[in-house]
């Protein structure tokens, strides 16, 4: 059974919008409705969840490119340039071409 989603009215959504927005990306149902007619529904947007993978392998894929954890601070994989070769501005640059 699928549980009832949460409603607000638009005065009430425009007193705390940041309580519906977090139900929505909690996964619950939430509805705006707009003198009494369900106007709107709130969903989270979902990035595809391999996306940061397949960019990770491309620029590993890249000659000259290191993708590295190198920092243990920081909560994602770095990105550096090894030896001889163009710098990041001017692959960008070549690549724009």
Same mark, same amino acid.
């Given at each position: 059974?699928? =549980?009832h989603p949460q409603c607000y009215t638009v005065k009430? /959504?425009?007193v705390n919008p940041s309580r519906a927005i977090h139900q929505a990306m909690a996964g619950e149902e939430v509805i705006i409705s707009l003198r009494g007619v369900p106007t709107v529904r %709130?969903? #989270?947007i979902e990035a595809p969840k391999d996306a940061r993978a397949d960019v %990770?392998? /491309?620029l590993a894929s890249? =000659?000259?490119v290191q993708v590295a954890?190198?920092?243990p601070w920081l909560p994602r #994989?770095?990105?550096? %340039?090894s030896g001889e070769g163009p710098t990041a501005s001017e692959m960008l640059l070549e690549d724009r071409r």
């Open positions: 059974m699928k =549980p009430e /959504f425009s %709130l969903v #989270p %990770l392998a /491309f890249m =000659p000259g954890q190198c920092r #994989p770095t990105i550096g %340039l």
